[in-house]
């Protein structure tokens, strides 16, 4: 993984802004290139330098790291939830 590629993934989650959220796809399509997991991946290794938390998988759950403080961080930030475990995609997109 390259880290023109990182740069960009990184620089696409800080333009998402306070209680909304996008998907590891959407951000792949936004990028250009590589797909769902390959965002997870620089997500994973890089993630601490942005608001990681408002990268959520395509069903509306959240990312399970951080010992699960995803929600917190979105609950804290006013996004919409459907339940307690998942965003109103069509609502926080």
Same mark, same amino acid.
């Given at each position: ?9 990184? #620089? ?13 796809? #959407? ?42 403080? #995803?929600?917190?961080?979105?609950? @804290? ?13 069509? @609502? #926080?997109?």
């Amino acid at each position: 993984m390259d880290e023109e590629y990182v740069e960009a993934v990184l #620089a696409k989650v800080e333009e998402v802004p306070p209680g909304r959220v996008t998907t590891y796809g #959407a951000l792949a399509r936004e990028v250009g290139r590589g797909g769902p997991r390959q965002v997870g991946r620089v997500m994973a290794l890089h993630g601490d330098a942005v608001a990681w938390w408002r990268v959520v998988h395509a069903d509306g759950r959240p990312a399970t790291c951080h010992d699960g403080t #995803a929600l917190e961080h979105l609950r @804290a930030e006013g996004a919409p939830l459907l339940d307690d475990q998942r965003l109103d995609m069509r @609502a #926080a997109h």
